[in-house]
């Protein structure tokens, strides 16, 4: 049985992308006779308590007043920092580098264990926009490749994610580990349109667009608003999926931009057969984001053949074609309308890439999981292979 350690430095009730992924991760080990996964991240608040098939392993955390995220404390926390010592892993896998991601990372080198980092996120966006420093964000991404450089593997999850951190300044390339989604392709697509069509009191020729996600600046949903408001035909409707802390100026923003009548703002939603509902009946998945690497919601969009469109130059654009699986749009306002105006016009190519989406972009997190127990194997073999040929 290998053991498996899962470090990040946030955590449900907290709802990301990476905490998907770390969850998903953790659910699917834990399904596997094979591996013991543990999974080690901050403690949110007394009131909440974990309720997964899996362990959890939490340590003490403060608010941090800035952020939306808690700061963990992981070395002030002598039951965690005990838990750590006796769970006896064979493998550590951080997904963030900052207080828990680092201190996996030192009890791998103790131990003598591989450790492996995946790299989600483009952190010289977050500390630039923290500090508005060129000078403090090249000292933070120094700090944090230092983590990253400590790991034995490093994971993108795609070409282009890994084509960043070799410019932040990983040791080699790292390789992909693309992401997947739990959500599979309807078999009752037109129950659940008419459903949605009946709740939300949508005409069925009324084409809808969705975003889901988290609603902050980061997403560009502000600039999302702004394309949409140039489309010259307003037989449409718009739904945003998702809460966050720019949610307020966002509605303000849609009723100067005159869309009230167009735009519905749904909320978080966590039931996933609704959720893929509104994929089922959405003609188009809008995701103007620069901010994203690949993001689980892309895939979501295409199980349920629902093309997304993408802004030029975004890192999370590149695991599509345009006009193959994907759309990809100018990065202006005029030309996001555009692109949209455009598909909406081409029924034959549309359904050609609502295929494509589904065809080439869709994957289960149980395919993704595989490949990752695949490296979890073959990283353990070796090291212990190298201890044995060390003790000869």
């Excluded at 983590?147 to 994971?155: G, I, K, P």
Aim: aromatic fraction near 10%; include cysteine.
């Amino acid at each position: 049985m290998i053991k498996v350690g899962l470090f990040l430095d946030t955590y449900f009730p907290m709802v990301d992308g990476v905490i998907n992924v770390v969850h998903n991760y953790a659910l699917r080990l834990a399904e596997d006779k094979d591996f013991d996964v543990t999974v080690f991240v901050p403690r949110h608040s007394k009131k909440y308590t974990d309720d997964f098939p899996y362990k959890t392993v939490r340590c003490k955390s403060v608010r941090f007043p800035i952020l939306d995220y808690r700061l963990p404390k992981p070395r002030r926390d002598a039951a965690f920092k005990k838990a750590l010592k006796d769970s006896n892993l064979d493998i550590v896998h951080i997904h963030s580098p900052f207080m828990v991601g680092e201190m996996g990372v030192k009890y791998a080198e103790k131990h003598k264990i591989p450790a492996v980092a995946s790299m989600h996120s483009q952190f010289e966006q977050d500390f630039y926009r923290a500090t508005h420093s060129k000078f403090i964000t090249k000292l933070m991404l120094k700090k944090i490749m230092k983590v990253f450089n400590r790991c034995d593997e490093f994971y993108g999850v795609g070409p282009a994610v890994s084509e960043v951190f070799l410019r932040y300044g990983a040791k080699h390339l790292p390789l992909v580990l693309a992401n997947g989604t739990d959500m599979s392709p309807a078999e009752n697509r037109e129950e659940l349109i008419a459903r949605v069509n009946e709740k939300y009191n949508l005409p069925e020729d009324m084409p809808v667009f969705i975003f889901v996600g988290r609603i902050t600046v980061l997403k560009n949903v502000f600039f999302l608003v702004d394309a949409l408001a140039k489309l010259k035909d307003k037989h449409y409707k718009m739904l945003f999926v998702g809460d966050g802390k720019d949610l307020p100026a966002l509605k303000k923003h849609v009723t100067q931009a005159g869309l009230d009548g167009n735009v519905m703002f749904l909320g978080k939603i966590t039931d996933r057969e609704e959720l893929k509902a509104l994929y089922c009946r959405s003609k188009l998945f809008l995701f103007p984001s620069m901010y994203d690497t690949n993001s689980l919601v892309q895939k979501e969009a295409a199980s349920q053949s629902i093309p997304t469109v993408f802004l030029e130059g975004a890192v999370t654009a590149t695991s599509a074609t345009d006009g193959v699986n994907g759309f990809i749009a100018p990065a202006t306002a005029e030309g996001y309308a555009a692109k949209i105006e455009s598909v909406l016009s081409d029924e034959a190519q549309y359904k050609r890439v609502a295929e494509g989406a589904k065809r080439n972009l869709w994957r289960s997190w149980d395919d993704a999981v595989e490949e990752l127990k695949s490296e979890y194997r073959r990283l353990v073999d070796e090291n212990a292979d190298k201890k044995q040929n060390n003790s000869q």
